[in-house]
Structures are given as C-alpha cells and as structure tokens.
C-alpha cells in the first residue's frame, strides 16, 4: 500500500514552463492538485489569490500532472506556490477523500519557488539543461537560507578553461549564481557544477552583501567589484537582469579571457575565471 505523497521541483524558471507535480498513491484510487500563489488559496475562493485545482476537470489516477497554460500564465507571475494533493476511492465524487496537507496545516504545505533565469550558453542543447541545474541547485542545504527573500534571480553560464577547441568535457563547468533580495542585503549562492554530471566541483559559496538588486544595466561599470583582468572590461557583455556577465572564451593566443560574472546593486563579484591556451585552470575567489 503507498501512501498518498505529492513532490515537484523545488526551484523553477518563469519563462522555461509549468512545473510538472507527480501524486503517489495506491492503484485504484483517482487523484487531484491543487496549487495556489498564497497558502490559504488551497481552500478554495477568488478571495485567497490565484489558484489552479485540477479537480475542476475532474479526477484521474495518479501521475504527474502539469498546470494548463492559461492558469500558468497568471501563477507564475508570484514568488511561491503552494500545493498539495487530493485522492478519492471514486472518479465521481469524494469517498475516503484523502489529502497531503490538511485544511488546517495549509500554512506549512509545500511550496514551488519561482525565478527569473538566464542562460550563457554556446549551444543550444545547453541551454536545454537549464530546469535540471536549478534543481540541482536548490537541493542544497543553503537554498533554504537563500530563498527566504523576495525577486530570485539565476544566471547559469558555461565556462571553458581552454580555449583551445574541441575542448575536452573536464575543461568547461556551470557557473551557477543564484541572488535574492533581503532587508537591505543581497544574499548569494555561488555554485560551481561539472559540466556532465553537474555535481559540485567545490564546495559552494554563500554570501551577503548590502544594497538593493537592480537590473546589470543600469549600474556604471565603475561601481561593480574588481575584475579578473584589465582588459575584462572589454570582453563581450551580456547584461541579463541583475547579472553582468563578460566573457570571452576564445582570446587571441597572445591573451587571456575568461568568465566574470557580477551583480548590479551591491556591484558584487559573485565569479571569475580565467580562459587560457596553456597553464592551469584558475578559479579567483571574488573579493
């Protein structure tokens, strides 16, 4: 016999699509999601925030079930949702209604938490990994720490060592900067992931700095923090929402590229690393 459970990804993009939210429960019985902006939305009621039940569709055996578009459009426009599952002994109406989270405990039922997210990527089958390195971002013990503010922001971005090409797997990893907004602080997670595997390569990073996140853009380029080279600050830039990212990964032989990944608002130097055609891979620990 299985007990009745209901999970999905902890931390999912806005732009990449609906989270997928997978009920367990026992052969025979007929299953419902309920997912709302606000916990008290899962009692039902304009009143209570947006909200989407699949139930209004009717019940149906367990599996993993996926928000419509429409009802996406609206939820993922919120910081968090909330959800939980229903199950019955009946296709047509609540026999031995069970649910994951009762009515009461609503306040501490899951929750989904949504992101703004960029992707720095050559190839296109890169940027197809995205939703699985924000998974495996937020299963670390950190997130928790991390996710308590408000406007998430993510940059994930390739890094290849050498710029000597085709490359080898071991030359290229992720970047992965996750940034949040506190009371007057920034708090950051700084992730550095193998590119295949996408396990840690070292142990991640979490900061704080004071200020506010604004958009890269808008920032002068005097105010963020120092650079890993000189001519960094000629490399191409991808001004991405709160993240400035200069990157150069294919130098004359005569130069030095590299990635460098900096956050408007505090000016922080959340990664740098450096492209070269010979010598070690280098990582330079932000200041």
């Known amino acids: 016999m299985a007990a009745l459970s209901v999970g999905a990804d902890r931390l999912v993009a806005r732009h990449v699509g609906p989270p997928i939210v997978e009920v367990i429960d026992d052969p025979g019985r007929w299953c419902a999601v309920e ?105 670390h013990p950190r997130f928790a720490d991390l996710e308590r503010g408000t406007n998430l922001a993510a940059i994930v971005c390739l890094h290849r060592f ?56 808008a920032v002068p380029m005097a105010t963020f923090g120092s650079l890993p080279a000189p001519e960094a600050a000629g490399w191409p830039r991808h001004e991405l929402g709160p993240f400035l990212v200069l990157q150069e990964l294919s130098p004359p032989p005569d130069a030095e590229g590299g990635t460098c990944i900096l956050t408007g608002g505090p000016g922080t130097n959340a990664y740098s690393a450096m492209t070269r055609w010979s010598g070690p891979q280098e990582i330079l620990e932000p200041r």
């Open 162 to 217: 050498s710029a000597r090409r085709p490359a080898p797997p071991d030359a290229w990893e992720w970047a992965v900067v996750l940034a949040c907004q506190g009371q007057g602080v920034v708090n950051f997670l700084v992730e550095r992931r193998r590119y295949q595997s996408l396990e840690l390569i070292a142990p991640a990073r979490f900061r704080q700095a004071q200020g506010d996140l604004q958009p890269a853009g």
């Open 35 to 139: 997912v709302a902006a606000r916990p008290e939305g899962l009692l039902g009621g304009t009143a209570n925030g947006a909200a989407w039940a699949s139930w209004t569709a009717g019940l149906r055996p367990p599996g993993k079930f996926e928000i419509p578009a429409d009802d996406w459009a609206v939820l993922r426009l919120n910081d968090r949702l909330y959800y939980r599952a229903n199950s019955s002994a009946s296709a047509g109406a609540w026999i031995d209604h069970r649910t994951t989270t009762t009515d009461a405990g609503v306040a501490a039922a899951p929750s989904i938490r949504l992101c703004d997210a960029w992707i720095v990527a050559p190839q296109d089958i890169d940027r197809q990994r995205l939703p699985q390195i924000l998974k495996a971002a937020a299963d």
